[in-house]
């Protein structure tokens, strides 16, 4: 996009502007790790060990998922260009799921309740996407299908090249993270119950991506009109839902609202599938058919947010 900012020389080697934001990601989460866990010898630990083992493996599965599921990669597959990091191509999913499974391996290291850690790890991981987001301006990721409405195609918000005006979705997805990571500190602070904070972090932000992988429209990891990215989103929030929901019933706090729940992720993927093919192939109105995406997202999202927080009521008078 920026393309005469995307390398720079420096000390002999070509520095990349999107590597440097996503290093100042992992900076900025390893920076508020350290702040959360301040006083806590132990859970200091598990996050110094978190902080180890989570760059490694960050990097490996992204950079796998990318290679394993990008269908523009498979025809080239190797190990040779699997190795190749400096040519590009790296899912964002991966990096996450990396620093997910290096936080829980810590817990088991270090002893200490896997819960609490990761609760401490969502607030860390929407810091790191912040930065990182903002560093795919400097690539060729992030912006959306041509812009059919003049009011956002004339904005900050539009990228225009020769041929027409495109969304940068990918300043969106940086805001969309900072909001997160707001909400996720303000919550934390309520001391919910343990795993809460990192349950609502995976349905908001399974939620929230599963919308701006469809705005997406730059070929990354991408099948027709459906994004894996997408998908995997769309997965992260119904598994938070299918958990919460199982957890109300066993924990006795009642089958409505679980039902309900369930009941509406029966009605919300279909009607997302529906949707996106709304967008990709209709001549109906892209900002009607986002309105009834977020809709249908809604519904679930306000669920889930009401079993957690009767959960944390519950917990706080227990």
Not at 163 to 192: F, H, N, Q, S
Not at 241 to 268: D, E, K, N, Q
Request: glycine letters at 10%; charged letters at 15%.
């Amino acid at each position: 996009m920026l393309t005469d900012a995307r390398a720079f020389p420096l000390l002999g080697t070509q520095v990349y502007a999107y590597g440097l934001l996503v290093m100042l990601g992992c900076w900025l989460a390893m920076s508020l790790l350290l702040w959360l866990t301040r006083g806590q010898p132990r859970e200091r630990l598990a996050m110094a060990w978190t902080a180890v083992l989570g760059l490694p493996l960050g990097l490996a599965l992204a950079r796998l998922m990318y290679c394993l599921l990008d269908p523009g990669f498979a025809p080239f597959i190797s190990l040779r260009n699997i190795l190749a990091l400096r040519g590009g191509g790296f899912a964002m999913y991966g990096a996450l799921i990396g620093a997910v499974l290096a936080a829980w391996l810590s817990a088991k290291l270090t002893e200490v309740p896997a819960a609490g850690l990761l609760d401490r790890l969502a607030p860390a991981l929407a810091a790191f996407l912040v930065p990182a987001r903002l560093g795919e301006g400097f690539t060729a990721l992030g912006i959306s299908r041509p812009l059919t409405t003049p009011l956002l195609a004339n904005s900050f918000l539009a990228f225009r090249d020769e041929y027409d005006a495109y969304l940068r979705t990918y300043l969106l997805e940086a805001a969309v993270a900072a909001i997160l990571l707001a909400i996720l500190l303000r919550y934390l602070r309520t001391k919910p119950r343990p795993g809460n904070t990192f349950l609502l972090f995976g349905l908001l932000y399974g939620l929230t991506q599963t919308l701006m992988e469809s705005l997406r429209y730059d070929g990354h990891l991408r099948y027709s009109f459906v994004g894996v990215q997408q998908v995997l989103s769309a997965v992260l929030f119904s598994l938070v839902i299918l958990r919460l929901a199982l957890r109300h019933i066993r924990g006795g706090y009642g089958a409505r609202l679980p039902a309900f729940a369930m009941a509406s992720l029966a009605v919300t993927l279909p009607a997302l599938v529906g949707i996106e093919f709304l967008i990709d192939r209709s001549e109906l109105g892209k900002l009607f058919s986002y309105l009834l995406y977020l809709l249908a997202l809604a519904i679930p999202g306000v669920l889930g947010i009401l079993m957690l927080n009767k959960e944390d009521r519950v917990w706080t008078k227990g």
